[in-house]
């Protein structure tokens, strides 16, 4: 692997209430995921993330979740209707799209948050029937989805171009998926331990559960959480590696003919 797109899930906070670290992140990562006001964000915050993102240089993506502001995202909500899960998703890459359009900016992919991405994952069904959304709606626009997971190959089945996701930040369960934010064991917030692993999946593709099962992935980008107080320090630890090996750090442009374009 050359080229490897680095992001991260910014513009969380919500009026008064101030939460990540936007202004150093943006600094470091070339691709942004930005809250759409339903789990975290709200209007002006999404407006000013835009205009920083677009002064940065840093790929502007669309970050929908669940209408769970209590709970950041990270409730998983069953039993909604397709339908309703299509318009949810929607609405919000909708709302962003339109703040960037007035700031001359373009949203360049999108991204499902927390749970409703976690969901995703697993369920095959939810995850074409949110996706198709996307395609009805012409809006040709690529997802980042957990790789190796039913997100992933959802987008294939439907026709949504995938961009394949690892997290630095994160441990894994043997199917690949993310071990759940309620395990103690969920996040990994050493710097030199993130640097390392994505190294290992840059080199040798595969990432490796918390039990030690080797997990093949394809990965076109790695995401670090904006949140931590340790995020600043691990992005910048595992962009210092990946460049140190001769692997360059830069954001993925529109994927073409199913392969993510790296500038």
């Known amino acids: 692997m050359n080229s490897i797109d680095l992001n991260s899930d910014i513009g ?14 943006l600094q ?10 339903f789990h975290a964000g709200d209007p002006r915050t999404m407006r000013e993330t835009i205009r920083r993102c677009k002064d940065r240089g840093v790929g502007i993506g ?3 979740g669940f209408k769970d502001l209590e709970g950041f995202g990270r409730f ?4 909604m209707e397709i339908d309703d899960l299509k318009s949810l998703v929607l609405y919000q890459i909708g709302a962003l799209q339109c703040l960037a359009r007035r700031e001359a900016a373009e949203v360049g992919h999108f991204k499902l948050h927390g749970a409703l991405s976690n969901m995703a994952s697993r369920d095959r069904e939810l995850a074409e029937g949110v996706l198709s ?11 980042f989805a957990t790789a190796s997971t039913e997100l992933q190959r959802a987008a294939e089945a439907v ?4 961009v394949a996701e690892v997290f630095a930040d994160r441990a894994y369960e043997d199917d690949g998926t993310l071990v759940p934010r309620s395990d103690a064991a969920a996040m990994i917030l050493d710097p030199r331990i993130c640097a390392e692993n994505v190294l290992r ?3 040798s593709g595969v990432v490796v559960s918390r039990n030690g099962v080797k997990v093949p992935v394809d990965a076109r980008t790695v995401c670090v959480h904006g949140d931590t107080d340790e995020a600043v320090a691990i992005a910048a630890a595992v962009r210092a590696r990946l460049e140190n090996a001769g692997i360059a750090v830069s954001r993925p442009d529109r994927c073409l003919g199913g392969q993510a374009s790296f500038s």
């Open 201 to 203: 999946i840059a080199e």
């Open 28 to 37: 470091i990562v070339t691709s942004a995921n930005v809250a759409c006001g």
């Open 62 to 64: 669309a970050h929908p």
């Open 159 to 162: 026709g949504v171009e995938c």
């Open 12 to 25: 969380e906070s919500f009026g008064v209430w101030r939460k990540g670290n936007d202004d150093e992140i």
């Open 133 to 143: 959304a996307i395609v009805e709606a012409d809006l040709r626009l690529p997802v």
């Open 76 to 79: 998983e909500i069953y039993g």
